[in-house]
T-cell receptor, first 115, second 109 residues
Framework: NAGVTQTPKFRVLKTGQSMTLLCAQD?????MYWYRQDPGMGLRLIHY???????AKGEVPDGYNVSRLKKQNFLLGLESAAPSQTSVYFC??????????????FGPGTRLTVT | RKEVEQDPGPFNVPEGATVAFNCTYS??????FFWYRQDCRKEPKLLMS???SGNEDGRFTAQLNRASQYISLLIRDSKLSDSATYLC??????????FGAGTRLFVKA
């Protein structure tokens, strides 16, 4: 039982390049989330999904797109990276219909630098 | 007003001290409450859920006061390994979860 995994762990991009961050969970959770965390700051929600095939914008969605084609996977895309997107990105999942609990479980994070 | 507010910190305490963190939330319809711990450059990890009756896990005690919309975390006999940022987290139903900004704790030898 791996919980929540993220790939890659580190990435350096040049301005204007694109990339996709992959998140996978094996807990059969319904909800999945993408956050960013900048140095000394709290978590900010980028996008979230309440089920397979559905996504919604969070607090800071601009410059990002997401897809959830399979229940266990949640992809975050950067179409044209900008230095302002240098951050640590965390994926999280929550809510199992079986357990009826809402605590979130996080992946280990992806450290992205855009030069 | 922020939906979840925490003591700004940082808290600097000696080993063996007792330290208390406070948190207030604004949405009276909030349903679930949690404390998370985040180590430097790591992901947040669930420390404990908070129940109306209060709950304890070893040196950690969490309490909830729904009338005052207030959550607390007490750490007794602090260890060096308790140094981290502690996040107060409130779920207002379904997917909607609000994370506090966190309170930094430094435990000194």
């Amino acid at each position: 039982n791996a919980g929540v995994t993220q790939t890659p762990k580190f990435r350096v991009l040049k301005t204007g390049q694109s990339m996709t961050l992959l998140c996978a969970q094996d807990m059969n959770h319904e909800y999945m989330y993408w956050y960013r965390q900048d140095p000394g700051m709290g978590l900010r929600l980028i996008h979230y999904s309440v089920g397979e095939g559905t996504t919604a914008k969070g607090e800071v969605p601009d410059g990002y797109n997401v897809s959830r084609l399979k229940k266990q996977n949640f992809l975050l895309g950067l179409e044209s990276a900008a230095p302002s997107q240098t951050s640590v990105y965390f994926c999280a999942s929550s809510y199992s219909r079986l357990r009826e609990s809402y605590e979130q479980y996080f992946g280990p994070g992806t450290r992205l630098t855009v030069t | 007003r922020k939906e979840v507010e925490q003591d700004p910190g940082p808290f600097n305490v000696p080993e063996g001290a007792t330290v208390a963190f406070n948190c207030t939330y604004s949405n009276s319809a909030s349903q679930s409450f949690f404390w998370y711990r985040q180590d430097c450059r790591k992901e947040p990890k669930l420390l404990m859920s908070v129940y109306s009756s209060g709950n304890e896990d070893g040196r950690f005690t969490a309490q909830l006061n729904r009338a005052s919309q207030y959550i607390s975390l007490l750490i007794r006999d602090s260890k060096l390994s308790d140094s981290a940022t502690y996040l107060c987290v409130v779920n207002t139903g379904g997917f909607k979860t609000i994370f506090g900004a966190g309170t930094r704790l430094f435990v000194k030898a």
